[in-house]
């Protein structure tokens, strides 16, 4: 039982640039998140999904995209990378039952 | 939408001393209540939780305390030890979503 995975661990994009943040939970749970972490604002949720198909925006979408056509991946995509999405990123998957969000190790990125 | 405050941002304590951290919430909605801990270069971790339906829980050193009236919740640590160190966040949400607002943490140092 791995929990929540995240690759890659690091990454440096140029302005303009697109990549794709990696997410998988081996945990069989239907709610999935994306947050980002910068420094003194906490974590602030980018998009979500509560099932395979089905997502929705959170407090800071724009700049990124998802899609969920598994219940174990949760791809976040930049499209068109800016400075401003410097941060750290973190996927989480919640217990229905429990509530507890059980969160990945998280992906450093770097925008120049 | 909902707005959580988090006090102290930095707090230090000498080892065996007992530390308190406060949060604010906004939304009267708000009805599930969990404590993070990170550690560097890792994801948060909840380490305690509470339902509005309860104005206190224990789990060995830790507890917290929920005040609905007032809209706010503390995270108490007795005994502090210096592997207590780390960020601290609180965070909000109502039951049933996983839109988790979070406060901006608090860096807790135990010094042996």
């Known amino acids: 039982n791995a929990g929540v995975t995240q690759t890659p661990k690091f990454q440096v994009l140029k302005t303009g640039q697109s990549m794709t943040l990696q997410c998988a939970q081996d945990m069989n749970h239907e709610y999935m998140s994306w947050y980002r972490q910068d420094p003194g604002m906490g974590l602030r949720l980018i998009h979500y999904?509560?099932?395979?198909?089905?997502?929705d925006q959170g407090e800071v979408p724009n700049g990124y995209n998802v899609s969920r056509s598994t219940t174990e991946d949760f791809p976040l995509r930049l499209l068109s990378a800016a400075p401003s999405q410097t941060s750290v990123y973190f996927c989480?998957?919640?217990?229905?039952?429990?509530?507890?969000?059980?969160f990945g190790p998280g992906t450093r990125l770097t925008v120049t | 939408g909902e707005n959580v405050e988090q006090h102290p941002s930095t707090l230090s304590v000498q080892e065996g001393d007992s530390a308190v951290i406060k949060c604010t919430y906004s939304d009267s909605a708000s009805n599930y209540f969990p404590w993070y801990k990170q550690e560097l270069g890792k994801g948060p971790q909840l380490i305690i939780d509470?339902?509005?339906?309860?104005g206190e829980k224990k789990d060995q050193r830790i507890a917290v305390t929920l005040n609905k009236t007032a809209k706010h919740f503390s995270l108490h640590i007795t005994e502090t030890q210096p592997e207590d160190s780390a960020v601290y966040f609180c965070a909000a949400s109502r039951t049933g979503f996983q839109k988790l607002v979070f406060g901006t943490g608090t860096r807790l140092l135990v010094s042996p």
């Open positions: 509470i339902r509005s339906n309860v």
């Open positions: 989480a998957s919640l217990d229905g039952s429990s509530y507890e969000q059980y």
């Open positions: 999904s509560v099932g395979a198909g089905i997502t």
